[in-house]
């Protein structure tokens, strides 16, 4: 059998699918090659830099304009923080600190040990107990306090034979030294009271956690969620445009383009499109042999 007549055939396809071919790899290789300007004789040879290198500027502006006005808008973030999981994850961080050791997170965040705190914990015990003092001296508690342990006495013995000697004149002659001594003990000793317990106290509340503190005012935890989320809503509805407004996208995505070399530039496009140019360039095999069976057809 002569098989010369079926090749005489077939070569034009094929011949057209080798030059369709290799003619959109060169295309497709020239989007990112010559890399650099080649001149020859102080003159920049046509066709090159590749297509990319050379519009790299025009390119990175584009694909900035086009994210933040099409693809990144505020709107879109909105909707995407404002999400039931996004919340249902604020909300859960905010729970799980919440639950923590109050003593524990205090030194992780303040970077400081279990003695650091103590030290900490008894100066600020001792500042508040003074405060507590000075509060009570300048109200005048002890006066207000005997005044109505006066009040009682003479209550007490109004209907009884005492009552002749507890009366205004007799309770003021007891009353003026023993609030001289009660103020005297305040002043003295009051902290060396008031201290001990506010440490008890302190030390109680640190050892358990923002969750069990919050019981104490009939807070539990889903009215912590529910709070978080009313802030966070709120947060993003007032910050975000603020944030965007300051924060220039298109500008930030050109510069980060620009500043890639041309092997990243590539890579890049390559690894998103690797498919799609390998596609391109099986076309043009396909086309070329398409064009050489109508040419014979022809």
């Known amino acids: 059998m002569d098989i010369a007549p079926i090749i005489r055939i077939l070569s034009g396809p094929l011949i057209g699918a080798v030059i369709g071919y290799f003619t959109n790899m060169i295309a497709v290789k020239m989007l990112f090659y010559p890399k650099h300007e080649i001149r020859v004789f102080g003159r920049r040879l046509p066709l090159n830099p590749g297509v990319i290198p050379k519009g790299r500027p025009r390119l990175a502006a584009s694909i900035g304009n086009v994210i933040e006005k099409n693809l990144l808008t505020k709107d879109d973030i909105k909707t995407h923080l404002l999400t039931e999981q996004a919340e249902k994850k604020i909300t859960d961080v905010a729970v799980a600190k919440l639950s923590c050791n109050i003593k524990h997170e205090i030194c992780r965040f303040a970077d400081m040990d279990s003695a650091a705190f103590e030290e900490k914990k008894t100066l600020i015990c001792q500042a508040v107990s003074l405060q507590v003092v000075n509060a009570i001296r300048s109200s005048n508690a002890t006066e207000t306090v005997l005044s109505a342990v006066g009040e009682t006495v003479k209550e007490r013995y109004?209907?009884?034979?005492?009552?002749?000697?507890?009366?205004?004149t007799t309770l003021s002659t007891l009353m003026e030294p023993a609030k001289e001594v009660l103020d005297t003990m305040i002043d003295e000793h009051g902290a060396d009271y008031i201290s001990p317990i506010l440490a008890t106290k302190l030390e109680e509340a640190a050892n358990g956690s923002g969750l069990e503190l919050m019981s104490h005012f009939e807070i539990d935890e889903q009215t912590v969620r529910e709070?978080?989320?009313?802030?966070?809503?709120?947060?993003?509805?007032?910050?975000?445009?603020?944030?965007?407004?300051?924060?220039?996208?298109?500008e930030l995505i050109e510069d980060k383009i620009n500043d890639m070399s041309i092997d990243e530039l590539e890579g890049l496009v390559q690894d998103v499109m690797k498919k799609e140019l390998g596609a391109i360039i099986n076309l043009g095999a396909l086309i070329g042999f398409i064009l050489g069976l109508l040419n014979l057809l022809i």
């Not at 109004?158 to 205004?168: A, E, G, K, M, S």
């Not at 978080?228 to 298109?250: P, T």
């Open 158 to 168: 109004n209907n009884t034979l005492l009552r002749l000697f507890v009366n205004d």
């Open 227 to 250: 709070t978080e989320i009313k802030s966070y809503r709120k947060l993003v509805d007032q910050c975000v445009e603020g944030v965007l407004s300051s924060i220039n996208i298109s």
